[in-house]
């Protein structure tokens, strides 16, 4: 088994809801309730639910732009909170790099590709501009791009190439995780095969971690490793990604696999597997009593409205639901 390289230990992350001149705490946002995971060395990790599910909430945690309400993050092994302010300099933020899902929001238009991609190298050494623009010319030789890249501007690229870009921009302090958030779902469809083999190749080259966020399954089935599945908050199915494609043991899974079916070429799809999941995600600032699925749910029973399921092992699987005991 891979060490692990990061866990999510129990986070919570609530944003307080404020009103009148004095902001008075009138109700809290329960973003990110309760929440663990381990992301393992080389390997993928993919957190998947609908917008509002506190995806990206998690990853602005990890990447430290907030603060956790409560809970624990471990990047091998240490609490990142614990980690000292030249440290987290050293060893943690240069080690986490993200790829945002639109690539533009990260590059400044007036910068050439080589400075967009040599930036985090100039702002965290001290290399001479010769180095990292060799540096540079072969990230962007790894990416597809090629070093002839370097003096172009990112208008004159593609979504796609831009998207490569970014991983180039990601990689150049060699980092141990990437967060992607959701990598593809800007690109044409065309495209987004393409992307997920380059990041698919480079983790095999640099034994780099992934933690994956998106919406939609079927985009990460390939290059996920494991699959924790997120509603409103909170995981409702965690597992490796063959057992939990074959055998989906929560409804909400069930019906993103079903939702995800919609995308796939008429010929692939598989009738029998259809769910229509009704309604919107209700708020995390007043979510439902007993199992937060409950008002969406197609198998839904008495107990549901009542009382929390717990979090139960089933084989491999861990999956959040009173259907089973
Ligand atoms: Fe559906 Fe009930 Fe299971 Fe929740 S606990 S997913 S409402 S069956």
Known sequence: MSDVIL????????????????QRTVGWVRAVDG????????????LV????????????QILLLERLTSGNIFFQGKDIYKYSASELKKNYRPN???????????MNPRMRVRDVVGEPIFVNTKLPKNEVYQDVGKLLEQV??????????????????????????AMALHPELLVLDEPV?????????????????LQTQYNLSYLVIAHNLATVR?????IAIMYLGQLVEYGESEVLFKNPLHPYTRALISAS??????????????????????????????????????????ICSKEIPEMKTIGTQQVKCHHYK
């Not at 639910?49 to 602005?60: D, L, M, Q, V």
């Not at 003096?151 to 998207?163: A, K, L, N, V």
């Not at 779902?185 to 190749?201: E, F, H, P, T, Y």
Request: charged share 20%.
């Open 49 to 60: 639910g609908e917008s509002g599910a506190g995806k990206t909430t998690i990853a602005k």
């Open 144 to 169: 597809g791009i090629g070093a002839e890249g370097m003096s172009r501007y990112p208008h004159e690229f593609s979504g796609g190439q831009r998207q490569r870009i970014a991983v180039a921009r």
């Open 261 to 302: 079916q919609l995308t796939l070429p008429e010929d692939a799809k598989d009738s029998s597997k259809q769910i229509i999941l009704s309604g919107e995600m209700p708020s995390p600032l007043n979510p439902p009593s007993g199992c937060r699925f409950h008002t969406r749910c197609t198998e839904v029973m008495d």
């Open 222 to 226: 390939y290059m996920s490793h494991s």
């Open 96 to 106: 986490i790099q993200t790829v945002q899902q639109n690539p533009w929001s990260s």
């Open 185 to 201: 779902s800007a690109l044409d469809v065309s495209i987004r095969a393409q992307i997920m083999n380059l990041l698919k190749d």
């Open 35 to 46: 929440v663990s995971f381990t992301v393992e060395d080389g390997k993928t990790l993919s």
């Open 7 to 22: 866990e999510a230990r129990n986070i919570v992350k609530h944003y307080p809801v404020t009103r009148g001149l004095l």
